[in-house]
């Protein structure tokens, strides 16, 4: 089986920095791609940031400009810095991960979630 450990969510007042990490730990044969999705109260999940293991990366147009998200493939994490942030980033964020299971092939992963809390 996979896991997918969270950490780094917190309390922030707006214009300052949270940085998210996630490692991943199993039976692991490769993973790509890795990505964070968030969930606001009474909202849908959206993508946040997605990365290949090439280091091809997406982000949503609300986060341009103010979010990175990178990753260590040799330790299989991915991190997701965040910059000036807002009030409406404020939601819980989910790490996911594309896992190859040796033995078993391709399954799709969700860490339990972190809140993030901007205040005004």
């Known amino acids: 089986q996979v896991q997918l450990v969270e950490s780094g969510g917190g309390l922030v007042q707006a214009g300052g920095s949270l940085r998210l990490s996630c490692a991943a730990s199993g039976s692991i044969f490769s993973i790509n791609p890795m990505g964070w999705y968030r969930q606001a109260p009474g909202k849908q999940r959206e993508l946040v940031a997605r990365i290949t293991s090439s280091g091809y990366t997406n982000y949503a147009d609300s986060v341009k400009g103010r979010f990175t998200i990178s990753r260590d493939n040799a330790k299989n994490t991915v991190y997701l810095q965040m910059n000036s942030l807002k009030p409406e980033d404020t939601a819980v964020y989910y790490c996911?991960?594309?896992?190859?299971?040796?033995?078993?092939?391709?399954?799709?992963?969700w860490g339990q979630g972190t809140q993030v809390t901007v205040s005004s």
């Open positions: 996911n991960a594309n896992v190859w299971v040796t033995g078993r092939g391709y399954d799709d992963y």
